[in-house]
């Protein structure tokens, strides 16, 4: 079991690196310079913002309501908050670039 959760966080950080690869090469690159570059970037950041507001709610709902969190959990939680919305704003730069 421990091998898998081995897997499973090398994986994450793998797809977290990865998404921070390719949105760095379109931030940094010749396609987000026009305005269709311009539309599709604003359009991710709209769409990946929100996780971050959504994320601390259910954090402190948690905290508050459930479970009290420890300080390590707490930094876990920000981790997963903030690499997720990473995520989400490339898979959304992907899919906005490749529809448009």
């Known amino acids: 079991m ?3 959760l081995d897997i499973g966080i090398i994986a994450y950080i793998s797809v977290f ?3 921070v690869f390719f ?9 987000s310079k026009d305005e269709r570059g311009k539309n599709i970037l604003n359009t991710s950041y ?4 929100p996780i971050f507001i959504l994320g601390w709610f259910i954090i ?3 905290d508050e309501f459930i479970t009290p969190f420890s300080f390590e959990s707490y930094k876990m939680a920000i ?3 903030l690499t997720g ?3 989400v704003h490339a898979v959304s730069l ?3 670039k490749r529809v448009s």
């Open 2 to 4: 421990a091998v898998l």
């Open 17 to 19: 690196f990865g998404s």
């Open 23 to 31: 949105s760095a090469k379109f931030q940094f690159g010749e396609e």
């Open 46 to 49: 709209t769409i990946a913002f």
């Open 60 to 62: 402190y709902l948690i």
């Open 79 to 81: 981790w997963f908050i």
């Open 85 to 87: 919305a990473y995520i």
């Open 94 to 96: 992907f899919n906005l």
